[in-house]
């Protein structure tokens, strides 16, 4: 994976955002996610690493199967009583929920990702980009009031 990161936004409190520019490949996923689970400890949100990890899997699944040149931006929000993640590319591709309409379908191993990253969210949702690309993104909620770090 080629990434590059701008933790240090300027005007921006670097323990509330991290946004990365990557090229993902097959395995990028599991950095990634290694990110998330860090980020949720820091803001003392584990009780959201699964559903997030899971979720943003399924993003950067989607933009190795969708965008022809695999590139994306991954940002990752601190919120008000949760997380945002945000997955931006220059695809004007809009994803699609899919189901399963026969048995035969639903031993398909892929198309479902969608469906999934909304059983385990709170929200989620695609906006289009300026570039004409689109965000596809998440939140999740806390069930605990994290505490300030």
């Known amino acids: 994976m080629k990434w590059t990161t701008d933790l240090l936004t ?10 990365m520019r990557c090229t993902v490949g ?15 400890s820091l803001w003392n949100m584990k009780e959201l690493a ?6 943003v899997t399924e993003l950067l699944a989607n933009v190795i199967r969708h ?10 929000l601190r919120r008000p009583g949760g997380l945002r993640v945000e ?15 026969s048995a ?4 398909d191993a892929g198309g479902r990702g969608l469906a999934l ?21 998440f939140e999740c909620t806390a069930t605990t009031a994290p505490t300030c770090t």
């Open 67 to 76: 965008v022809p040149d695999r590139r994306c931006t991954v940002l990752v």
């Open 26 to 40: 097959e395995h990028s996923a599991r950095d990634v996610r290694r990110i998330v689970r860090s980020y949720l």
């Open 104 to 107: 035969v379908e639903a031993l």
């Open 117 to 137: 990253l909304a059983a385990v969210v709170d929200a989620w949702g695609v906006l289009p980009t300026a570039d004409g690309g689109k965000t596809v993104w």
């Open 87 to 101: 997955v931006s590319d220059g695809s004007p591709e809009k994803p699609v929920v899919r189901c399963a309409d």
């Open 10 to 19: 300027p005007d921006v409190n670097p323990h509330r955002q991290y946004r």
């Open 50 to 55: 699964d559903a997030a990890e899971l979720a």
